[in-house]
C-alpha cells in the first residue's frame, strides 16, 4: 500500500509539475472563496449600518414633526 | 426604488440558487478530482502531465467564457440600460482574470517538462496573456473614476473592444503554427480524444464552470449592495448639506 501511495504521489516521476498544478488551483479558489465571501460580508454589514442609520434619523425627525 | 427593482429580485433569486449551484460545484469537483487523478489513465506520449490538462482547460474555458460574458453584459447594458448589467460585467472580471492567470500558470507547469520550456512567444499563449491584461485594464478603468456609473461606461466599451481577442485565441493555433496544440475536444464529428479522458475533462469543465457561477453571483451581490451604499452614502451627504 505505501508502494501504491508513493507511485500515486510520484506521477510517473512529474510530480512537482501535476501536483504543482492541482495545489495550486486549489489554493487559488480556496481564496477566491475566502475573499469573495469577506467582501459580500463587509458591503452586507455596511448597508445594514447605513440603513439603520437612516431609519433612526427618520424616526427622529419624524419625532420632532410631532411635537407642538 | 424603480431602479433597484431589478437588483432587488436578482438578490432574492441569487439566494435561492446560490446552496444548490455550491453544492453542484462541490460534488462535480470531487467526482472530477478522483476521474482525473485515480480513475484516467496516464497518456502513452505525455506519462501522467496529462492529469495538469483536466485544470487547464477548463480554466482556459473560463477565462474565454468569463470574457465573454462580459461582453455581452457590456452591450446588454448599453442598449438596454439595463441596471444589473454594468455590475455583473464587474463582477465577473476579477474572477475571470484570476482563471486566466491560473490558464496560465498551469500550462506554464505542463509546458515545461513536456515542450522543455516554461514559456514561448507563440500566438495562443501570447493572445491569452493579452486577454489577462485586457482583464486586468478593464479592473484598472473601472476603478479610475470619481463618478462609479462612468467608470462603468468606459469599462463597457473596453470589454466589447476586447472581444475582438476572443476570436483570436480560438484560432490561434489553426491560424499560426504554434506550439500548442490544435482543438481535440470542440472539432467538427468526433472529438480526438479517448473517451477515458474525455469523461474527466468534462466533469471538471461542469465543476469549474458551476464554482465560477457560483463566484460570479456572490460578487454580483457585492456590487449591488455596495452600488446601494453609494446611493446611501451620496443622500446622506445632501441631506446633511441642506
Known amino acids: 500500500m505505501p508502494d501504491r501511495l508513493e507511485q500515486f504521489l510520484s506521477m510517473g516521476g512529474y510530480g512537482a509539475y501535476v501536483w504543482g498544478a492541482y495545489g495550486l488551483c486549489a489554493v487559488v479558489m480556496v481564496l477566491l472563496v475566502v475573499l469573495t465571501l469577506k467582501r459580500l460580508r463587509a458591503n452586507e ?17 419624524m419625532g420632532n414633526g410631532d411635537a407642538p | 426604488m424603480h431602479r433597484f427593482a431589478n437588483p432587488n429580485r436578482f438578490l432574492r433569486l441569487s439566494r435561492q440558487v446560490l446552496p444548490w449551484v455550491a453544492g453542484l460545484a462541490a460534488v462535480l469537483m470531487a467526482a472530477g478530482l478522483y476521474l482525473a487523478l485515480v480513475a484516467s489513465p496516464p497518456d502513452a506520449r505525455q506519462g501522467d502531465t496529462v492529469r495538469i490538462m483536466y485544470v487547464h482547460v477548463p480554466a482556459a474555458w473560463l477565462s474565454l467564457f468569463g470574457y465573454a460574458s462580459m461582453a455581452v453584459a457590456s452591450a446588454v447594458g448599453y442598449i438596454w440600460k439595463h441596471p444589473l448589467a454594468d455590475l455583473a460585467c464587474k463582477a465577473t472580471a476579477p474572477i475571470g482574470a484570476t482563471f486566466t492567470a491560473v490558464c496560465l500558470a ?12 516554461w514559456w514561448e512567444w507563440d500566438a495562443r499563449m501570447t493572445s491569452v496573456l493579452i486577454l489577462f491584461f485586457l482583464y486586468l485594464g478593464y479592473l484598472a478603468l473601472v476603478s479610475a473614476f470619481d463618478d462609479p456609473t462612468r467608470g462603468l461606461k468606459a469599462g463597457a466599451i473596453l470589454a466589447l473592444v476586447g472581444a475582438v481577442n476572443l476570436p483570436v485565441i480560438k484560432f490561434s493555433v489553426e491560424w499560426w503554427n504554434t506550439l500548442h496544440q490544435p482543438p481535440s475536444v470542440s472539432r467538427l464529428g468526433t472529438p480526438a480524444i479517448d473517451p477515458s479522458m474525455l469523461w474527466p475533462l468534462l466533469v471538471m469543465a461542469a465543476a469549474f464552470t458551476a464554482f465560477f457561477i457560483t463566484l460570479v453571483l456572490l460578487n454580483t451581490r457585492s456590487e449591488i449592495i455596495q452600488r446601494k451604499i453609494q446611493v446611501l452614502r451620496a443622500a446622506q451627504a445632501y441631506g446633511a448639506a441642506e
Not at chain 2, 498551469?106 to 520550456?117: A, H, I, K, Q
Request: glycine share 14%.
Open chain 1, 45 to 61: 454589514r455596511t448597508l445594514k449600518m447605513l440603513d439603520g442609520l437612516r431609519a433612526s434619523r427618520r424616526q427622529q425627525s
Open chain 2, 106 to 117: 498551469t500550462g506554464s507547469l505542463w509546458g515545461e517538462p513536456m515542450w522543455g520550456t
